[in-house]
């Protein structure tokens, strides 16, 4: 699997996993865990973006 493909795959995936521990958070009244999922949901943008990048440039 290509560098980009994988990046974009497993950004996606860190960004639903971070969704769903943010809404967990939410519904569990655990400010800490929806704060996790928060982190992990952008961190998984992120990677996600940098993957759309390595596609343009060809990496």
Not at 16 to 39: C, F, M, V
């Amino acid at each position: 699997m290509k560098s980009s493909t994988r990046d974009r795959a497993e950004g996606t995936f860190h960004e639903l996993k971070g969704k769903a521990k943010e809404i967990a958070g939410k519904l569990s009244d655990n400010p800490k865990l929806q704060a996790e999922g928060t982190g992990e949901k952008i961190a998984g943008k992120v990677q996600e973006k940098l993957g759309q990048v390595k596609k343009v440039l060809g990496k």
